[in-house]
């Protein structure tokens, strides 16, 4: 089973201290959520451990392996990364822009097949997009744009899945519809997920671990029933919170 890990991980930007010496492993099958003010540095937190941007001390590793000692095809076959924004520079329709997740296991100026095809129309029955494959990205709404992303990170089919605000921009139906799909997905096939998420209900209904990240490279990491405690959770949002006991468990309210 794949290991993913950082050892004695350190980033700043500029004077901020996003985190110093963090250690932290996510086993195959593990749902993380990252919570934190805004500002915090979750994203840049993110990318960092998607090898997308070098830490100033430490390593992010991959079955005892640093990200830096690997192709950037091979990483992309093992990590997926959903950006808390989309920029589509240039026209395509749903169907190309799906079948970017199938670029890790294509050779040089090699076409996409059946079975990448497959994996793409299925992708995009999974989230609610079958039918759309012709469509123009820039006429779909912000949330099938969303949806979108997270189909070609299902056509993909990497072990572990970072995202950055995957419900941004959707209702409520898609929210839990896009999130019971992700966790069902981690359980059965033993992925790992690691979420950025602004709601802690929607985190804590879908995420076993958590790590917070409170400002000055200080942070806290365990179980749910470890960390989700109300003094933690005001002291990390810098604001009192009421608990309330709905059909699945705590809800938390501003106070």
């Known amino acids: 089973m794949l290991r993913f890990e950082a050892e004695q991980l350190g980033i700043r930007i500029g004077r901020v201290v996003i985190c110093s010496h963090l250690d932290l492993c996510i086993n195959a099958g593990e749902n993380w959520g990252i919570l934190g003010r805004n500002g915090a ?18 390593s992010v590793k991959l079955d005892g392996t640093p990200l830096t000692c690997l192709s950037r095809r091979k990483i992309a076959r093992q990590i997926g990364v959903l950006l808390q924004d989309h920029q589509d520079a240039f026209p395509a ?17 090699q076409w996409e097949g059946a ?23 820039a006429t779909l709404s912000g949330g099938e744009r969303r949806r979108l992303g997270i189909a070609t990170l299902l056509a993909q089919d990497p072990h572990v899945l970072l995202l950055d605000e995957p419900t941004n921009h959707m209702d409520f139906h898609h929210q839990i ?3 019971d799909l992700l966790w069902q997905r981690s359980r059965t096939e033993e992925k790992s997920m690691l979420l950025v998420l602004h709601d802690p209900n929607l985190a804590l209904r879908y995420c076993d671990h958590f790590l917070f990240l409170y ?17 933690n959770l005001e002291r990390l949002y810098g604001h009192p919170l009421q608990a309330l006991q709905g059909p699945r468990g705590t809800v938390w309210l501003p106070g």
């Open 41 to 58: 540095g979750k994203t840049t937190l993110l990318h960092t451990l998607a090898g997308l941007r070098r830490p100033d001390l430490g």
């Open 177 to 179: 519809h896009i999130l």
């Open 93 to 109: 329709s749903v169907m190309e822009t799906v079948l970017i997740g199938r670029h890790p296991y294509l050779g040089p100026l």
């Open 115 to 137: 079975a990448d095809y497959a994996a793409a129309h299925e992708a995009l029955r999974a989230v609610g997009l079958e039918g759309m494959e012709t469509r123009d990205i």
């Open 215 to 231: 400002g000055g490279g200080e942070t806290l990491q365990g179980t749910a029933a470890e960390v989700l405690t109300q003094p």
